[in-house]
């Protein structure tokens, strides 16, 4: 799973310029299951189980990620940009960026430390002061390489941290993508339906319509979930923890998860001595929001990683975490079936 | 020399500030082909560029071999690493950064960045005492590769802009070491009007503190610190700033030596050299503050290239203007 994660986290991808993210994904399952791209790009795959059942399941991931996009270019070439999805200023300055599909190297800077006051030291800056400079002198030359409306990726490596933690950009959500391609491949035990979600991160919208044609009985959602295990946090404010195993969480920022789910999940995970953890604070949010509330309502509940500073260039997670994940969903998509 | 290459293998080196070490060693190496006798003197790199003679002026250049980072102060129960500063770094862009510590081995490390739920939308700026570095490894792990007082660098890959320009990490001042590199390489076999030493020195970021002793060493009748300076982007003064790609900023302060800035700028004019001018008004804040008041005082002068976000991991540079230092610097220096 680990060099399968390494390459999805390195295509570019954000919301609502996912192909590449697509056509990468169905070079995977083609032939392991039947499969179509919607009106929208959700790629809604059906994969006929070793068994059928009376209930139908849809698992589901998403394949965007948070980024920006080119919405003016100045007359001394710098690229003004907005952000897609919502990241932290903080995260965005002092970084390299690839922009548009020839990947057009650019940086965002700031004015030297050296020359800010000393209350522009202690604040943020805000993003619409930030831009991007790709080394151009004019809003001409700059043309010759950037278009209005290209995609701004973060330029960052994938690299292995510590024992078994990887830090790449785009963990959220392509660490659920690799989970459902490794479902797909293993071939599940009942029919299930596979979706890999667009525009997650500007308000689940892709997983609202394809929600809508599968139109479920059950939903699994597969996220990276924010953690915040970190240094000075106290453990009440961590929302779940990094090797604690997969994250089922009872009540976020969008969703009030299935009950009979949520015991199921935490069943399952006792039973097959998975290691599970439940959130500690209301936070976040994910496609759940839109599926619980499809049609005349989805059975749904989200098992999701937990990853260190999602949404930055640098999300952390733990690959045990990773594993833990794909084996509750695995247990717990059987367990649906026979409910 | 493959100029773009030396600066990308130098700026992705690794040389905090006290612990310059690795970059030293590449920079020594880069110098020995120049200066055979080259050699490392309590942590500077110094060598002797052709013959000298008595009859000849001493001329230093000098370039800082270091950079900033951070120093690791203690390592939590948890396993994150508490950290001080080397040097002035902007506390605003560090959440998320990719790091290097410099252990018994290189390791590599994200600094924390409290998650957006736990801030309510507040842009405060964490202070030092409140960063982390997060490693992925607990306490026990980590104590047997990291000890206190290890260096640690941002970890960043140079990448080239448009323009012949580039970006990366510490640029500030390995830019101005391949400079200093390139005017020898342009110098070969040439007669040369002064006696040239060859510094790159330690710890500017902290103070000029290895140009102070290296001044004493070399005793020089004339330096040239090579450095960086402003380049003017948005949001910066246009009155302070040079400009990208419009040449070496020569330096006229009250502290350095008109006679050399006018006879660099001379030169400049004579061989047709793009150059623009830096006007300070006391202290340089480079390692000419410290040339020209060593032993019994030394003419000094700055030659900056202009640098974009300096002391960022995406500072920027226009090759352009490291080939024009070059230049300049090779031409005073055969005395045209």
Redesign the interface.
Known sequence: MKELLKELCLINGISGDESAVRENIISKINGYCDYRVDNLGNLICFCKGKKSSDKKLMICAHMDEVGFIVTYIKN?G?LCFGEVG?I????I????VTIGRNK?????????????SKDE?????KTD?L?I?????SRE??EK?VKLGDSVCF???Y???????I?SKAVDDRAGCTMMIELIREKPEYDTYFVFNVQEEIGLRGSRVSAFSVAPDFAIVLEAT?A??????SDE?K?CS?GKGAVVGFMDRSTVYDKGLYNLAFDTAEKYDIPCQTKT?I??GNDSGAIHLSRGGVHTIAVSVPC???????C?I?LDDLESSFNLVKALAKRVHEL | MDLKKTVFELSEAYGASGNEFPAAELALDMLKKYCPDAEMVNGNVIGKFGVHSESKLNLVLDAHIDQIGFVVTYITDEGFIKIGNLGGIDRRLLPAQQVVIHGKQDIKGVICSIPPHLTKGDSKVLDFDEIAIDTGMKKSELEKIVSLGDSITFDVKCRSLLNDRITGGALDDRCGVASVLYALELLNNCKTKYNVTVIFSTQEELGERGAKIGAFEINPDIAIAVDVSFAYAQGENEQKCGHLGKGAMIGISPSLSREISDILINTAKSADIPYQLEIMNGLTSTNADQYSISRDGAKACTLSIPLRNMHTPVEVISLADVNYTAELLASYIKGD
Do not use: F, W
């Not at chain 1, 932290?88 to 995260?91: G, I, L, Q, T």
């Not at chain 1, 057009?104 to 800010?116: E, Q, Y």
């Not at chain 1, 030291?121 to 800056?125: E, G, N, V």
């Not at chain 1, 400079?133 to 002198?137: F, K, L, R």
């Open positions: 001394d710098t919502g932290d200023p903080s995260v300055i002092g970084r390299q057009i190297s650019g940086i965002i800077g700031s004015k030297a430390v050296h020359n800010l030291r202690k604040a943020s800056p002061s831009y400079d790709i080394g151009a002198d030359e700059a390489y330029d960052s490596e690299t292995e941290l510590g024992e078994n933690c830090k924010t915040a295990d970190i240094d000075g946090i404010k929302v990094l604070m936070a976040g260190r500073y999602l949404h930055s260039p640098s952390v733990n």
